[in-house]
């Protein structure tokens, strides 16, 4: 009988952006980091539509597709498959309070800190079902919004029905962004939809 699987606790926060935007989840420790990468587009509120690394101590996990495009420039020695690197491991290289960095599109340069944290103790030796999303706060900005810099000048002209650019920016998101939008339960029901879909 296989090992069951055992919760690690992540807090991931996108790091240069006003006010925070957080999420606290519980993941299964037998995922890889390409698993890992999946539902923190789910949870952040990303399309999942650039490329993303993660940086772990003095290494670099990222997709193989992305350590060939890097390696035409650079030296790649660094670099690690993420299907090939466990939440079991970072977990154990990091330990409890250790952090590691998410960044999602270069271009953008969307960086998230990723702090590993102590599960709760409902979900040790538990049953309950993995992964959750247990809190957090704040929309994800949309994506090819500019980065940091891009998504305050979008929230100002959003916020302001007068501002030239606010037709055209309501029209680019499709109608209504509300930078304070998170919502728990759907996050947590509707992944399980999408999971089942991708099977």
Known sequence: MPPKPQPVALRIELLDVVPLI?????????WTL??????????MGWMDTHAHEFHVGAGVVAPDWWI??????????NYR????????????????????????????????RMVIESPSSSWVGG??????????ENACPPDDVGGPHG???FLE????RKH?????MARWIGGVFDPKGFDLNRINRDWKGAKARRR
């Open 157 to 160: 002209i959003i916020a302001d």
């Open 127 to 136: 049953d309950l079902p993995l992964p959750v999303c247990v809190a957090g």
């Open 81 to 112: 498959d993420e299907r090939r690197v466990s939440v079991a491991a970072v977990a154990a290289e990091l330990g409890i309070g250790g952090e590691a960095e998410y960044r999602y599109d270069m271009g953008d340069g969307w960086r998230h």
């Open 22 to 30: 957080w999420r606290r989840v519980q993941v299964s420790n037998q």
């Open 68 to 77: 060939r495009e890097v390696g035409l420039d650079s030296d790649t020695f």
């Open 34 to 43: 390409a698993s890992l990468h999946h539902y923190l587009q789910w949870i």
């Open 164 to 168: 030239e650019q606010h037709e055209d």
């Open 151 to 153: 998504y305050a000048l």
